[in-house]
C-alpha cells in the first residue's frame, strides 16, 4: 500500500514560481506512474501532468504546458511539480495521484488509485 504525501504549496505572487514535491512510501514507487491533479473551489479537480515510471515520458494539461515541469528521483520516492509563470487561475488544491504500471488514460483521474491529503497553492493578482 503506497501512501502519498504532497508538500511545497503556499502563497506566491502572478509570475512566480513554486516547487511541489509527492513523497511516496509503503510501495516500490519507481513502478508507479504519476500524476499532479487540482481543485479549485467550486470546480471540479482536473489534470495537470503525469510521468512514467522511469520519468522518460510526461504528459501536460494545455492551461500549463511550457509554465510546469513534472520529474521524478526514483531513489527518493518523490514526484516534483516546478511550477513557473503562475496565474492567478492556477490556485487550487494541488493533489499527487500513483498507480502501477500504466493508465489508460494519463489524464483521468479515475486511473489513480492511490492519493495525498493536497496542499493548497494561492496565486495572488
Known amino acids: 500500500q503506497v501512501q502519498l504525501v504532497e508538500s511545497g504549496g503556499g502563497l506566491v505572487q502572478a509570475g512566480g514560481s513554486l516547487r511541489l514535491s509527492c513523497a511516496a512510501s509503503g510501495g516500490t514507487f519507481s513502478s508507479y506512474a504519476a500524476a499532479w491533479f487540482r481543485q479549485a473551489p467550486g470546480k471540479e479537480r482536473e489534470f495537470v501532468a503525469a510521468?512514467?515510471?522511469?520519468?522518460?515520458?510526461?504528459y501536460y494539461a494545455d492551461s500549463v504546458k511550457g509554465r510546469f515541469t513534472i520529474s521524478r528521483d526514483n531513489a527518493k520516492n518523490t514526484v516534483f511539480l516546478q511550477m513557473n509563470s503562475l496565474k492567478p487561475e492556477d490556485t487550487a488544491v494541488y493533489y499527487c495521484?500513483?498507480?502501477?504500471?500504466?493508465?489508460?488514460?494519463?489524464?483521468?483521474?479515475?486511473?489513480?488509485?492511490?492519493w495525498g491529503q493536497g496542499t493548497q497553492v494561492t496565486v495572488s493578482s
Open positions: 510521468i512514467n515510471w522511469s520519468g522518460s515520458s510526461t
Open positions: 495521484g500513483g498507480r502501477h504500471g500504466y493508465p489508460g488514460a494519463w489524464g483521468s483521474q479515475r486511473e489513480y488509485g492511490y
